[in-house]
């Protein structure tokens, strides 16, 4: 079994700046993908990025050079910063890993950004 924590959310304003963090508990087999979602009000959840174990990174177009995804393996966590963040960023954040054979989800973590 699997567990994620994620933290890091808040209120920003537009322009702004946050960093959100994923600390996975539990056995974490290889490969794997870990990775970003988030849901705006009203919407379906949406891929944000993922860090492949294999070092692969994938963005969404939207966040594109304004996202940066990391991880750090030995403490099984992914990283989310993120900059320049405009209105329409606003949305529960969650955190996913896929293992072999399974897939797990964080609580999520509000972000909400001001114009």
């Known amino acids: 079994q699997v567990q994620l924590v994620e933290s890091g959310g808040g209120l920003v304003q537009a322009g702004g700046s946050l960093r959100l963090s994923c600390a996975a508990s539990?056995?974490?087999?290889?490969?794997?993908?870990m990775g970003w979602y988030r849901q705006a009000p009203g919407k379906q959840r949406e891929l944000v990025a993922t860090?492949?174990?294999?070092?692969?990174?994938n963005y969404a177009d939207s966040v594109k050079g304004r996202f940066t995804i990391s991880r750090d393996n030995a403490k099984n966590t992914v990283y989310l910063q993120m900059n320049s963040l405009k209105p329409e960023d606003t949305a529960v954040y969650y955190c996913?890993?896929?293992?072999?054979?399974?897939?797990?989800w964080g609580q999520g973590t509000q972000v909400t950004v001001s114009s």
């Open positions: 996913r890993i896929v293992v072999p054979g399974n897939t797990y």
């Open positions: 539990g056995t974490i087999f290889n490969p794997n993908i």
């Open positions: 860090f492949a174990s294999s070092g692969y990174t």
